[in-house]
């Protein structure tokens, strides 16, 4: 469903071409100061006009019309909505194909053909708009708590500059490796079945569209490693850990070091180069051609929304001790 | 919560050295023939005795105490026991270390130290047999969904008889490396938000024991591509794809092809070799020296637990279609 | 929380003089045919306007944001939105006392004095309306089940009239009492524990403002009768029965006969007349007179609140089935 | 399904003539001393033996198998079993009929006749006696809250004596009326939509089998009073009110003040008397005849279960605080 939460929980609505999108967060606690201007930040850190994105404007201006009041939080439903400006609607009725790596096909069969295909419809990009403000919202709750998420590789180099500019060059898209760091976290939250911090972390973090893998730690180099090399030794009473291959969590419950995992993030599907799909309308294979506004390395906007995600979930389980 | 799943739902309890562990399965629909014989094969691959796993004797007898009446399942929820013979719990009440890369530490600050700590309590290995336990109800539910789940690599080897001899040897562990594929996938399942395929697997994978990451289709190596390379292209009107860089899943629903996975497993954190913690009476570090029966090679006996869990999650999704 | 279902599931939000209130209904299958010409009877019916209710004017013209594309749900969320006009927030800032029989007090506790407390803010009879839009959704997903909710007795006359009459006149207000019968009811909806078909009703007919009281079938009157009396005798194979003192339900299941239930609404606690409470600024007890536009009989206007709420319920059970 | 609850989770399993029926209690905190005495208490008072119940003899030893460890909670799940000793399953395969007020019709509809139809299956009130051992669990973290059910009228009368007798001696059964209150209620507990203290404790209640309706202060007679009789004047700053027509909840959150609420409880559904069912081998109506071991009146064993059920919903509000 499109919830996500025990406590302090999200539902997300909209659809990329519809008249707004939006999000609830339900379960906030009431006294947090609560400002228009506290979203710029982040909202801005996930539009596009950065080298390698998509040259859409977005003016993502939030309109909080439930749950803050007098500036605050009222500790009832907040509901924040965002309009859709600057669509470019043209005519989507004569579709004839599916368009390769997106969502058209699985959705058309999800929902009999009914599902909104202007500009992927609820399963935009555009609907992590919602995720950003909520994870403003979701960082106050929680204000020791430091999280920070950022690129570390992009088509597998630590130095990507020149192969985004070549893949640009090519009319081609890229993928992108992020890691995220969670600081100051409390000890023993989670829950050992079925609700470990990476269950819900990972939970989270694959409802991103484009994201297809998550490590915490040592990830997928534990798989690799000795018992002896791998354990993180304790080097005093507080938890704390000489190494840290767990990545900050034993036994599904966080253990005071700081939580690190890295996600994987798939190249856009959308490229201008010619690709081939199957046209159910000719019955055969045929060569498409996308035109529009894309971004050739939608990795370099996830950052943002991984991190808000991140906050929305330790927020649910600071609530939930 | 110890609970998973939304309509097929798994709840579970007990600890490695208590009277009984088991698992209640809600939501099973009724008229499903079950025998105790069924669980037999499943519940052989969890259990000790490889090479390279723990010489310790589990006898695994089910124990069904609701929810099947003259053979067939009544759709009311069917509780299944097992007892915990062959413990062998000596004095664990001078304990004066955590054992690093367990759950000590973090379950002892989570519960107050009311935990039953003997070989682990409730964060053990021994409570996925009741996993393995649903996992073959869940199965039945979804007959004609096929799921495979094996060892790929050990120590980063694909042929790793001798990495695992030489770890034996020197009394270490090691981890490894599993893949799932499930076959006949019906198209469609899944949600947008939050409850994308990859999202709801996910967070079943890391509630087992010893797993740090996951990953699905070419997932890190997504990261690395372009999106020229990494989209599947539509071959025919089903859905099938000419390659499965996406694992199976568009837009966080089936597209029909084989989901595959893989999912990281760390070494054991037993090991015989000396090594060092935080002694929190002495105030300390000092050496410690595990004893006992323990697996060298944990991995090796995941893979049946992760066919059993992508069963239950594959049996709620398709029950609730 | 505020969120009700499983399977369709609403959530409320917004508050009495905010900027808008509104409803988000996820679960909804694709392919219902939806406009907005079709919310018109149902919010007529929750409007003000009628004797004994009060005479402010509510424009309610739902807004759909989401959900619902070229005149069919899509099979996302769909939320729809209204905007609070012709409010009158005057000063509340010099409130010093809580009103009797009114959310303020326990409000003020639980949000520390953080809500909004303007017409009774996240409290107020206004979100119904979001409740009415949601139920004209729900029965377009169960069209042969018919739901008829109506007034039996305004204080505790069956000819209301004069009592009503009476009431107003002596600027109080009173209370009345609801039937809802639900028609075509497939055979065995419902769960033996914990989500039988009178506890999931009950749980969301309580959450309607004023409700006080549920009884199913012969209700209290039940706890007079003997067994040979209340037992209602099967009449043929379909499970007709001859009598339906069950309400239509035995073991929490639907039996095929009408569901029949009884809702009490209270008084509306905002009257005319002077009455005492007590000023937390004085300290003592004062006298307390409530000014504006109240509804003598709130009665009066649930009936089709009752029924929506209904619908949302059964359209759930249908979804589960 | 068969768990109730959000933070404090109870999951129930088991049928009549089954092997063991139980509970499964999750969310728990550590630290709850617990031992098997505690539960002889509250078990017994919902025994048979009473003049008016069952001659049915049942030993009801818990068998604690985990979450328990030297005596006190641990904080992970807890599973209490009760063995089904004295059933007398003679044989139930030659059933032509449908017992009248009995789930027998709707239970073998919902589940395709694989349900154990021997003494009700996991319809039967037998199952009761789970809900008992969690209520002594949830009793204990809540100790300030006090909560104290009893019967009020059997067949209308207050005096029930005379008409208890009467009723065995004609071979019928009879209904009865149950009243609880729970005292030192902390302020502020519940929610305004959809989680109000009157929807969680009627969904609670309402999974007891043969209740029949419920209300909360004034209930029923709200419906005919004025707002002036009906609401509750504060008579000091804690909240206290002079009159209890609201039974301790105002918004759907808890006042302060007592919570009081009354229960209607169907008579028996087996009674001795010869009645008409509809027997569907024969296909028309016959007489029935139904012996064995019955309750007269089973409300005089629900009093303690409505404790229970009470006492697991304020717990998991308190620990939702």
Chains 1, 2, 3, 4 share one sequence.
Not at 32 to 54: C, H, M, S, Y
Not at 58 to 74: H, K, L, Q, R
Not at 78 to 99: A, G, Q, V
């Amino acid at each position: 469903m499109n919830s996500l939460g025990r406590i302090f929980r999200i539902t997300i609505f909209g659809e990329s071409h519809g008249k707004q999108i939006g999000i609830t967060i339900d379960g906030c606690p009431p006294g947090i100061g609560v400002a228009e201007d506290d979203f710029i930040a982040d909202l801005n850190r996930r539009k596009p006009g950065q080298f390698g994105t998509t040259a859409r404007t977005e003016e993502d201006i939030p309109n909080i019309v439930s749950g803050i009041y007098n500036g605050f939080t009222t500790g009832t439903p907040i509901t924040i909505l965002f309009e859709n400006k600057n669509t470019n609607s043209k005519d989507y009725s004569n579709i004839e194909h599916y368009r390769p790596g997106h969502a058209d096909f699985t959705a058309s069969c999800k929902y009999l053909n009914y599902n909104d295909i202007r500009g992927g419809g609820h399963f935009s990009g555009r609907l992590t708009t919602g995720l950003v403000a909520a994870g403003v919202i979701a960082k106050k709750i929680i204000p020791k708590i430091n999280i920070i998420s950022k690129i570390i590789e992009i088509g597998g180099q630590k130095q990507w500059e020149e192969i985004l500019a070549t893949t640009i060059k090519s009319s081609d898209s890229i993928g992108g490796l992020i890691e995220c760091t969670i600081q100051n976290v409390p000890i023993a939250m989670g829950e050992p079945f079925f609700d470990s911090v990476e269950s819900v972390l990972a939970h989270a973090i694959f409802s991103i569209p484009a994201v297809k893998g998550i490590e915490f730690g040592s990830g997928f180099e534990s798989a690799k490693m000795k018992g002896s090399e791998h354990n993180d030794i304790y080097i005093d009473k507080t938890g704390k850990t000489l190494t840290n291959n767990a990545g900050g969590i034993n036994g599904g419950l966080t253990n005071g070091n700081d939580i690190i995992f890295r996600v994987a993030i798939k190249p856009t599907p959308s490229i201008f180069k010619t690709q081939q799909t199957y046209n159910f309308k000719l019955d055969k294979i045929t060569n498409l051609e996308i035109h529009g506004r894309h971004d050739s390395c939608i990795a370099l906007r996830i950052p943002v929304v991984i991190e808000a995600v991140t906050a929305v979930v330790m927020a649910d389980f600071f609530l939930q001790r």
